[in-house]
């Protein structure tokens, strides 16, 4: 069964901008925290942005502070990542995920503590 569906994959011109998006409808109960992870060519997948419901704020691997952004639509169940200049090693799938259960809502860049995931959005950039 799929709980987390990415869309909005594409391809764009180093320096451009893409937005997508992560549905979380089909979740049960409302995430401990949400998370973006990305998988590049012959890569390991790396947290590049999380945030924990309960009013904590946001955090961003150092490749992308300062260019993307994280912010979720809670009436409509939708968690967006905004990609403004986009590098092409920025090129990867994108794939979101979210921590159901437990006690904390801390934000967290790590896999283990994620335990839903989606299939991934295919993001290249081109030189």
């Known amino acids: 069964q799929v709980y987390l569906a990415e869309s909005g994959g594409g391809s764009v011109q180093a320096g451009g901008s893409l937005r997508i998006s992560c549905n979380t409808s089909?979740?049960?109960?409302?995430?401990?925290?949400m998370g973006w992870f990305r998988q590049g060519p012959g890569k390991a997948r790396v947290g590049v942005a999380s945030?924990?419901?309960?009013?904590?704020?946001?955090i961003y691997a150092d490749s992308v502070k300062g260019r993307f952004t994280v912010s979720p639509d809670l009436t409509n169940a939708i968690v967006y990542l905004e990609m403004n200049n986009l590098k092409p090693e920025d090129t990867a799938l994108y794939i979101c995920?979210?921590?159901?259960?437990?006690?904390?809502?801390?934000?967290?860049?790590?896999?283990?503590?994620?335990?839903?995931w989606g299939q991934g959005t295919q993001v290249t950039v081109a030189s």
């Open positions: 995920a979210a921590r159901l259960g437990g006690n904390s809502f801390a934000t967290s860049l790590q896999e283990e503590d994620y335990n839903y």
């Open positions: 089909m979740l049960t109960h409302l995430p401990r925290r």
């Open positions: 945030f924990g419901h309960g009013n904590r704020g946001p």
